[in-house]
């Protein structure tokens, strides 16, 4: 299963700010990311929201259906930091257990 990452705080790196970009846009990079076996991780700052707030809301959830629709699993950083420091890794096996 691919993981989308959703970051709601201000950091100064991801794949994606799915608040200023359009749907059309962040659904090409999460395809591209998946297609390379990567995490793609998104940010919300709000600080540069693409159209009006009832925009972003249809844009978030036209982007959550789709991956419902595809089977890709959306996960908040905390859910990711949990999974990677929380959780056991052998290099032999696996570096990040999904």
Same mark, same amino acid.
């Given at each position: 299963? $691919? =993981?989308?990452?959703?970051?709601?705080? /201000?950091?100064?790196?991801?794949?994606?700010?799915?608040? @200023?970009?359009?749907?059309?846009?962040?659904?090409?990079?999460?395809?591209?990311? $998946?297609?390379? =076996?990567?995490?793609?991780?998104? $940010?919300?700052?709000? @600080?540069?929201?693409?159209?009006?707030?009832?925009?972003?809301?249809?844009?978030?959830?036209?982007?959550?259906?789709?991956?419902?629709?595809?089977?890709? @699993?959306?996960?908040?950083?905390?859910?990711?930091? @949990?999974?990677?420091?929380?959780? /056991?890794?052998?290099?032999?096996?696996? $570096?990040?257990?999904?």
């Amino acid at each position: 299963m $691919i =993981h989308w990452v959703i970051v709601a705080m /201000p950091v100064m790196w991801g794949d994606f700010m799915e608040d @200023a970009s359009s749907f059309d846009r962040v659904k090409r990079i999460i395809a591209d990311r $998946i297609a390379r =076996h990567y995490y793609a991780i998104g $940010i919300v700052t709000l @600080a540069h929201l693409l159209g009006d707030w009832d925009g972003y809301l249809i844009r978030m959830d036209s982007l959550l259906n789709w991956c419902k629709r595809k089977d890709i @699993a959306v996960k908040t950083y905390k859910e990711i930091a @949990a999974q990677l420091f929380d959780t /056991p890794q052998n290099a032999y096996t696996n $570096i990040f257990r999904l």
